[in-house]
């Protein structure tokens, strides 16, 4: 089974009198335990596309089917529902609710989904350990580097162990060292628990880990590349 | 001035930024100052009301009695002059209307009852534009001169003594040398009146006929004044006092009722205090907007400095916003309360409550009046308060640092 | 503690200054309103007493129509035995007959016209204040005697002390005339210038002798007690009154509907003021809460992202208002209690309250009476008016679209 399947999926929007074409008639499927970067310029989709498959954005036209079950005509609880217990979500930075610690800002997502407190603080205190933040666990955001609040972004997103992980852009605010060490840590993520990764990216560098690679250009496919072949 | 404008400018776009908060702003402003002209209106109207009866009831702005009449309000404090003295002097005197009467405690007998009342021998010529008697006659007449024979009576107490027009009355009471005097009187007249008190205790006669019965020819021993306006009564006193001289007692309205003359003193505090408090519940909100408004322009208002923008003209332009956002909330809400005033112009009819209001000694119709002293209060309280309230905010925002405040997130 | 109240409690927390101005609207309201419904209950209570402890009693027994017309004939038969049944029946001392006549007292100099009660001297006690008020001279013993006690102000005006000697000329129960003479045993002071001026006691047997009542009186007084128990007496009463009698019982809202509807009407006036000031607080309250949502949108649009529902999103801004409101409740509620509590016992003192405070038998001084009921009542409903308040800022996060709100600045 694909854990990610697009078909044809078109959206446009409208800005001023501009008429803009973020998605046209892009169709891709990604397997279970894929990890892959969507990669184009400002403005050529890829953020779209991911928002598509995490059913934040409806496309106008076309079908996106998660782990086998369509999700593009679920209504937002259903889709709500989805994200929250099917699919992991890492942002830019800045991503974290500020007044929360890194361990109350992955405690609350499970909070939510109805996790015991009991197992609440074991997983999170495991996750976070996990993602290398042990002892930083009571920290706010605005106490922690750019890096170490995507570690606790991506804490949040696979404490509750999804199939999936959208990532958009997460290294866009780090620096080169940092993130390296943040995709060693999806690459891990993806081998140890078989996890599926798809990431948003125009980083060159984090393109160089991806096992596949697929490139857009005004919401259109133009290219896909088996990475692990070469 | 060209700099005035410029702040002018800025603080008003600025205001409209956020227009939401700025709507809700000025919609607070406008409740608040629509309801300190409001309640103001209704309580004004109300004890306006109750001055405007009692003093018709009294009646007069002044009166005037011999001394420790109002401790003995019979017919031994009789005035020390005689009664065409009186009718004379204060003739020549030139007041806008004045009366003189004899005012007695008696005891009214129908053939079936007997009721305790006052009794008034009054001029009924003078009386007329002065007591409300004359215009609320419901049945009969009024009374034609001061030899009438006839009485005016009360609704209420010609139903409680079951008698009705041109039916015979006797009526008791006591002459200088407490010897009993009684004389029957048929009723040619019955007056409503807008308090039941009125209507009960109060029997108005020919003065002559009075006189008469009590054997005090040509006495009387009640002078009673009309100024032309009843908040302002003391050059009648003072005129009044020069005419009759000393061994007389020449009192204002409000002393002869203390209840209504508090009522008056006591309702300017009221209206003060209501103001204020109504505004402060406003402040709050005021000062929070400003806050917000200083907070999330904080780099705006360092990069304005660096510019070159002195402190001072910081601080004008955050007073200037809240003094437009005043303005607005006060321009509706003098509109809205204006409105609310005319539209209610023919009176808030609370009968259901009338016998309590009757214990205030007001009518259950209530008359909102809108008085140019209190618009103006509410609009001076709201304007010099509501500036004092922004100058915090304001300050905050002229003391940034520049840099500081550009390199803010 | 539950990470969802946390959350809350520390975005309440984000801005200090402006959760504070909010809470302090709050805040100012809530001691505001502890204060002066402790007021309102404290008088309207006092006020009741006060005016039944009089003379009126909780309820009373009469011949129908005799509340509105008090006329002479509208008797209630054998009203001493009546009396003494119902005072049996209801196991109540607090019971006594009384008969009310309408005279002209005349001593050696001066004549008024006054209401006569004719009363029943050991039982009399238990429903009036006014015997104990009699400080000088004694009440009446007697119930034959030809004796009488008088208001201060009637003492005063008839010029006579204990030992004087006063005339009584009136009409009886089928208008003859009625006269007798009495000595004065006693003065009242009952506080109440209509009380003290025009109000004179008899015992209740010389009473019928001299108006020629034949065993008949006019009203059978009541006390229960406490007013709260007159609904009960009333039906108790009922059920003892002679099978073929025309009776009726009245409570005391029937007998002075003018006490209800004053309480009725300054209440009409305070809820006005309350509400204006409950609707400053939620428009204070809203504008902050919506502010505190819009400025989180690029937040909200996260967690939603992340997996939460408009409608959890609307619950945590419902929890932070609530707990906002809460603080408010709590701060205003322990405050205006302090406050209060402090003129509990010394009271409060108004420039020209005595004569405001006459006219509805009150003391010059006003005391609050703190309860559960008076330090909650405001308060609730402010904090019923916060949560209502911040419901469109919560109802705006179900239009946000995730993708658009990341975007946001």
Same mark, same amino acid.
């Given at each position: ?17 501009q ?31 991911l ?21 593009d ?7 709500a ?14 991503n974290?609710v500020?007044? %929360?610690?890194? $361990?109350?800002?992955? #405690?609350?997502?499970?909070?939510? @989904?109805?996790?015991? +407190?009991?197992? &609440? /603080? ?13 002892? %930083?666990?009571? $920290?706010?955001?605005? #106490?922690?580097s750019?890096?170490? @609040?995507?570690?606790? +972004?991506?804490? &949040? /997103? ?14 866009a ?35 160089g ?22 | ?21 700025t ?85 009214v ?11 008034y ?46 039916k ?13 005097a ?59 006092t ?47 907007t ?45 509109v ?43 609009n ?13 905010p ?16 | ?83 003494a ?5 209801l ?27 004719g ?7 238990g ?6 008020l ?23 005006n ?52 001299t ?37 009726v ?47 989180r ?19 945590l ?15 205003g ?13 010394k009271?409060?003192?108004v ?14 001084r ?44």
């Amino acid at each position: 089974m694909t854990a990610v399947t697009c078909i044809e999926l078109c959206k446009t929007y409208r800005q001023g009198d501009q008429e803009i074409k973020a998605l046209d008639h892009a169709s891709i499927d990604i397997g279970e335990g894929g990890f892959v970067c969507l990669s184009a310029p400002s403005g050529g989709g890829k953020t779209t596309l991911l928002n598509a498959i995490g059913g934040l954005d409806i496309p106008d036209s076309g079908e996106v089917w998660i782990a086998g079950k369509r999700i593009d005509n679920l209504g937002k609880g259903e889709l709500a529902n989805l994200r929250l217990h099917k699919i992991g979500y890492v942002f830019q930075a800045y991503n974290l609710v500020p007044v %929360l610690s890194a $361990r109350e800002n992955v #405690e609350f997502v499970m909070q939510v @989904q109805g996790v015991p +407190a009991g197992q &609440r /603080a074991e997983k999170s205190m495991a996750i976070l350990k996990e993602v290398g933040l042990q002892g %930083l666990e009571d $920290r706010r955001p605005a #106490e922690m580097s750019g890096g170490q @609040q995507q570690r606790v +972004a991506v804490a &949040r /997103a696979i404490v509750s162990r999804p199939a999936l992980v959208l990532a958009d852009e997460p290294t866009a605010n780090l620096d080169s060292k940092t993130s390296d060490a943040l995709m060693e840590l999806f690459v891990q993520l993806n081998k140890t628990h078989g996890t599926t990764f798809v990431i948003a990216t125009h980083d060159q560098r984090v393109m160089g880990y991806a096992k596949r690679l697929i490139k857009m250009l005004d919401g259109r496919i133009v290219d896909d590349i088996d990475q692990q072949a070469a | 001035m060209y700099m005035l404008r410029i702040m002018s400018t800025l603080a008003w776009r600025n205001l409209w930024r956020n227009h939401r908060r700025t709507i809700i702003m000025i919609s607070a402003i406008t409740i608040g100052v629509w309801a300190m002209i409001f309640m103001t209106a209704l309580m004004r109207g109300m004890v306006n009301e109750m001055v405007r009866d009692g003093i018709r009831a009294l009646p007069g702005h002044v009166q005037i009695h011999g001394r420790g009449f109002l401790d003995d309000p019979g017919i031994n404090n009789l005035l020390p002059m005689k009664d065409e003295d009186v009718t004379a002097s204060f003739d020549a005197a030139g007041f806008d209307a004045w009366a003189g009467r004899i005012r007695v405690p008696a005891v009214v007998t129908s053939e079936r009852d007997s009721r305790g009342i006052t009794l008034y021998g009054i001029d009924p010529v003078r009386e007329r534009d002065i007591t409300f008697v004359a215009g609320d006659i419901v049945e009969g007449r009024f009374l034609e001169d001061a030899d009438d024979s006839g009485v005016v009576i009360g609704r209420k107490l010609a139903d409680n003594l079951e008698t009705e027009l041109g039916k015979r009355i006797v009526i008791m009471s006591q002459d200088p040398d407490n010897e009993i005097a009684d004389r029957g009187f048929r009723i040619v007249g019955i007056f409503e009146a807008r308090l039941e008190a009125y209507e009960t205790s109060m029997l108005f006669a020919g003065k002559s006929a009075i006189q008469k019965m009590l054997n005090v020819p040509d006495r009387i021993n009640e002078v009673v004044v009309l100024g032309d306006d009843y908040r302002n009564v003391d050059p009648v006193v003072r005129k009044v006092t020069d005419l009759v001289g000393p061994g007389v007692e020449v009192l204002p309205w409000y002393e002869v009722d203390s209840y209504l003359g508090t009522m008056m003193t006591v309702m300017d505090g009221f209206v003060l205090v209501w103001m204020i408090v109504v505004f402060l519940a406003l402040s709050f909100g005021l000062v929070n907007t400003l806050v917000m408004a200083v907070f999330e322009r904080v780099r705006e208002i360092g990069l304005m400095m660096a510019l070159g923008m002195r402190p001072t003209s910081i601080l004008l332009q955050i007073v200037i916003e809240s003094l437009l956002l005043l303005l607005l909330g006060l321009l509706i809400g003098n509109v809205l309360a204006g409105a609310t005033v005319y539209w209610l112009r023919d009176g808030i009819d609370i009968s259901v409550v009338a016998a309590g209001m009757e214990m205030f000694g007001a009518s259950s119709l209530l008359y909102p009046q809108l008085t140019a002293h209190d618009v103006v209060l509410a609009n001076v309280v709201v304007l010099i308060l509501g500036s004092i309230a922004s100058l915090s905010p304001a300050w905050r925002a002229s003391r940034y640092d520049p840099i500081e405040a550009i390199t803010k997130v | 503690m539950n990470i969802v109240l946390r959350l809350a409690w520390r975005n309440l927390w984000r801005y200090p200054r402006r959760t504070w101005l909010t809470t302090g609207a709050m805040i100012f309201s809530n001691v505001l309103l502890v204060f002066m419904i402790s007021i309102q209950i404290g008088t309207y209570g006092l006020m009741i007493d006060n005016t039944l402890e009089a003379l009126t009693g909780h309820l009373q027994i009469q011949a129908p129509g005799y509340k509105d017309d008090l006329k002479m004939r509208q008797v209630v038969p054998d009203a001493i035995s009546l009396a003494a049944s119902v005072r049996e029946g209801l196991n109540l001392q607090t019971v006594s007959a009384r008969g009310a006549a309408f005279a002209l007292a005349s001593s050696e100099d001066r004549s008024y016209g006054i209401q006569v009660l004719g009363v029943e001297p050991m039982f009399e006690p238990g429903v009036s204040s006014l015997p104990g008020l009699t400080k000088e001279g004694r009440y009446l013993d007697d119930a034959n005697a030809a004796e009488i006690v008088i208001g201060s102000v009637l003492a005063r005006n008839l010029r006579v002390s204990i030992g004087g000697e006063l005339t009584l000329l009136g009409s009886g129960r089928d208008g003859s005339i009625a006269a007798g003479i009495v000595t004065v045993v006693g003065v009242f002071h009952g506080g109440n210038k209509e009380l003290d001026r025009g109000i004179a006691e008899v015992p209740i047997g010389y009473f019928e002798d001299t108006f020629d009542m034949q065993g008949a009186a006019h009203q059978i007084v009541i006390n229960a007690g406490d007013y709260s128990k007159t609904e009960q007496l009333v039906q108790q009463a009922n059920a003892l009154l002679p099978a073929d009698s025309k009776l009726v019982v009245h409570d005391w809202n029937a007998l002075q509907p003018g006490l209800r509807q004053a309480i009725q009407a300054d209440m009409g006036s305070a809820i006005f003021m309350y509400a204006v000031l409950v609707v400053l607080v939620a428009f204070s309250v809203l504008n902050t809460q919506l502010m505190s949502v819009l400025e989180r949108t690029r937040e909200f649009g996260i967690v939603m992202a992340l997996g939460l529902t408009p409608g959890r999103l609307g619950r945590l801004v419902m929890l932070e208002t609530a707990l906002m409101g809460l603080v408010g409740l709590v701060m205003g509620s322990v405050l205006g209690g302090i406050v209060t509590s402090l003129f509990t016992v010394k009271g409060i003192y108004v420039p020209g309250m005595e004569e405001m405070a006459g006219q509805f038998n009150l003391p010059s001084r006003m005391y609050p009476q703190v309860s559960a009921l008076t330090l909650i009542a405001g308060p609730g409903i402010v904090f019923l008016f916060t949560l209502l308040a911040a419901i469109y800022p919560a109802m705006r996060l179900h239009w946000l679209q995730p993708v658009a709100a990341m975007r946001a600045a």
